[in-house]
């Protein structure tokens, strides 16, 4: 762990108002909890910038201890951490993410994560 | 239960007194993903109801969840998902 990788993830997190630290890209992720996030993202029309961890050891070392959170995927709104995988999801799920989005000014398709939902309910 | 869940079971009563506690060993799930192995026992569920968690955020909860297992989340375990619920809820 670096200091130049906090002050690059400060950075990153001070510059885009939704950050996914994730492993693998948008468009190829490499583990199935980065992809289920980046899917939730993308499903609900999310802005959100991806930084691939697995990139950067330092900077994958140096999330886990910025965030104190032992995983990946991470999310930041506007400069505050969110969660993991299963917070993400349960989020969505239960329309706190929304809440969250709303209240913090983030665009996002409501009628995109109202049909999360109505997939999950009916599974 | 094998050895590894037990003892995270163990430091889950020790830390958080829960009402409910399931330790879900779903290692099979994920054979030949990622951090498997022969033997199962490192990708696991924890299901827990405690009053611990009554007012503490989704974050919190989590984090002290992952301090209780500091020990196997830097060994054995790969994946750890986590439902945690709070007493009131």
């Not at chain 2, 099979?28 to 007012?55: I, K, L, P, S, Y």
């Not at chain 2, 060994?75 to 709070?86: C, D, F, I, K």
Request: charged share 25%; net charge negative; hydrophobic share 40%.
């Amino acid at each position: 762990m670096t200091d130049a990788a906090h002050e690059q993830i400060k950075a990153d997190i001070a510059a885009n108002d939704v950050v996914l630290f994730m492993k693998g890209t948008r468009t190829m992720p490499q583990c199935g909890f980065s992809s289920r996030v980046t899917q939730i993202l993308t499903f609900m029309g999310i802005d959100f910038k991806d930084v691939n961890v697995l990139a950067d050891a330092a900077l994958r070392d140096g999330v886990k201890t910025f965030s104190d959170w032992p995983t990946i995927p991470q999310l930041y709104v506007k400069g505050e951490f969110v969660g993991g995988c299963d917070i993400i999801t349960e989020m969505t799920l239960s329309g706190e993410l929304d809440q969250l989005l709303a209240d913090k000014g983030v665009t996002f398709d409501k009628t995109a994560a109202d049909k999360i939902r109505e997939a999950n309910a009916q599974a | 239960m094998g050895q590894v869940a037990d003892t995270m079971a163990r430091k889950l009563r020790e830390a958080f007194a829960p009402e409910a506690l399931d330790v879900i060993d779903e290692s099979e799930q994920h054979r030949g993903h990622g951090g498997w192995r022969e033997g199962g026992e490192t990708h696991f569920r924890v299901r827990m109801t405690a009053a611990a968690f009554d007012g503490v955020s989704r974050v919190e909860r989590q984090r002290s969840v992952n301090r209780a297992l500091a020990d196997e989340l830097a060994g054995p375990v790969h994946a750890l998902a986590l439902e945690l619920r709070g007493a009131a809820e």
